[in-house]
């Protein structure tokens, strides 16, 4: 089931479902409506749900300098030292970002500073040995809360 932001059950013109595989369902929702939707899933066996959209609200881009002072950054972080990571986010105001686990869960803040070209910001922080990913809470241009997940699950290097 596909819920709305509204809790209803989505439906109607804008909305494709589409079950005449033998293994996967998809339903295609055109122009959705801002919000939180709900994804309820019921059974046995594998499962798995892919979202797809065009947005340009997003992190573009994170990296790491683990050498103070440094300005040369790279894809991953230097466990043990203080790092400084540089996001690139797009369109996203009032942005806050987070360290949070392979599935989702909090495992520290990323105080953000303004970087050095707009939509860049800074943060410093020393990473556990743990993997990690960044996560961006704010609002998009209309007020309505956004989140965006970096994917790439980060492991500090020793």
Known sequence: YILDPSGALAGGDAVTYRSTFRAERMVIVRQPQPGMWTVRVAGSGVAGVTV??????????????GAPGSTTFTPLPTFGVENTARLRIGRIAQPRASQVSGVGEPVGSLPLSPGETAGTYLSRFQPDAGGFRVMVVGRDDQGFDVQRMYAPLFAPLR
């Open 52 to 65: 797809q959209a065009k947005s340009p609200l997003g992190i573009a881009g994170v990296e790491f300098s």
